[in-house]
């Protein structure tokens, strides 16, 4: 089956910094990749929906200035959250789409801002 | 705005019980798919259904697609303990380019 990955797997950043997040799809390439947080004990949360070579498209709320996403090629896209702030620890997971609909998702990223 | 609605929210039971989980909305969908999310993890996918009316099978576990394409259900025969988890469906409205509406997701527990 598809594989996608995540790294990394949790990270830990002080108040003010900023993080980058990357998520890549080992055995095919992915035309889309969609960015989701998830709050504990919550649903899915879509953020973002990013085309190779184009810029993301974000979904209301979401600033786009704040988590700035890029989709440089067909097997990776990053999620960089900018000035990070306590209120941003979320768990963030990834998910590509090859030339079929199935999503495939990522492991998640657990970011814990300080 | 969350378009799915499953119910219910939380749901605890020993194993070897039988359970049914709902997803409702007032929207159609093309197609709806069933994740299981374990803690700390992304969700696995464990069904895609496509076709108003249509059941599927995975062993211990059946889906069904509403005859509308606006609801669904997965019924778990004889629970086990590894079916526990967050379960998860999504709807797409169409299209290779269309994305995913999550449920608001229904927490698993078997217990023996």
């Known amino acids: 089956g598809a594989v996608v990955s995540q790294h990394p797997s949790r990270v830990i950043c002080k108040s003010g910094t900023s993080v980058k997040i990357e998520c890549r799809s080992l055995?095919?390439?992915?035309?889309?990749m969609f960015w989701y947080r998830q709050f504990p004990k919550k649903s899915l949360m879509l953020m973002a929906t990013s085309n190779e070579g184009s810029k993301a498209t974000y979904e209301q709320g979401v600033e786009k200035d704040k988590f700035l996403i890029n989709h440089a090629s067909l097997t990776l896209s990053t999620l960089t959250v900018t000035s990070a702030h306590p209120e941003d620890s979320s768990f963030y997971i990834c998910?590509?789409?090859?030339?079929?609909?199935?999503?495939?998702f990522g492991p998640g990223t657990r970011l814990l801002v300080l | 705005t969350q378009l799915l609605e499953q119910s219910p929210q939380f749901l605890s039971i020993q194993e070897g019980e039988n359970l049914t989980v709902y997803c409702n909305s007032s929207?159609?969908?093309?197609?709806l798919q069933w994740y299981r999310q374990e803690p700390g993890e992304g969700p696995v996918l464990l069904v895609t259904?496509?076709?108003?009316?249509e059941v599927k099978k995975l062993k211990r576990l059946t889906f069904q697609f509403g005859d509308a394409r606006k609801d669904s259900s997965l019924h778990i025969t004889a629970a086990q303990t590894g079916d526990t988890g967050l379960y998860l469906c999504a709807g797409a409205r169409g299209g290779t380019a269309s994305k995913l509406t999550f449920g608001t997701g229904t927490r698993l527990q078997v217990t023996l």
């Open positions: 259904v496509v076709t108003g009316g």
């Open positions: 055995d095919f390439q992915a035309t889309t």
């Open positions: 929207s159609v969908f093309s197609s």
């Open positions: 998910s590509a789409r090859g030339y079929q609909e199935t999503q495939y």
